[in-house]
C-alpha cells in the first residue's frame, strides 16, 4: 500500500485512521519507492468498513436498500467512522427514512 493511504490524509484523521495499524508497522519490502509491503498479523476491520464503505456509496443511486445494509456492516465494524454513518444516513434519507 502507499504511504499516503497509510498516512490517512485520504481518511480520517488519528485513531479514526483505518489503517492506522500500519503507521508504526515497519515494512519488510518498498517496490518501486512507491508501495510498501508489510507482512505480519494485522486488525484490519476498520479496512474492511471502508470497503463496505465504498460499496453503499456505489449503490445508493440505483439500490439504497443494498447501501444500507452496507453501510450497516461499515458501522458494526467501525461504529466510530464518520463516513460509516454518514453513508448509513445517506442511504436512510433515499429510502425516505430520516
Known sequence: MSDLTI??????PGALNPYRAFVEAVPSDNIAGALLVYQGKFDLRDVVAVAHIARANNLLGDRPAEALAEARAAVALTPTSVRAHLGMGRALVALGRK
Open 7 to 12: 498516512s490517512g490524509i485520504e481518511w480520517e
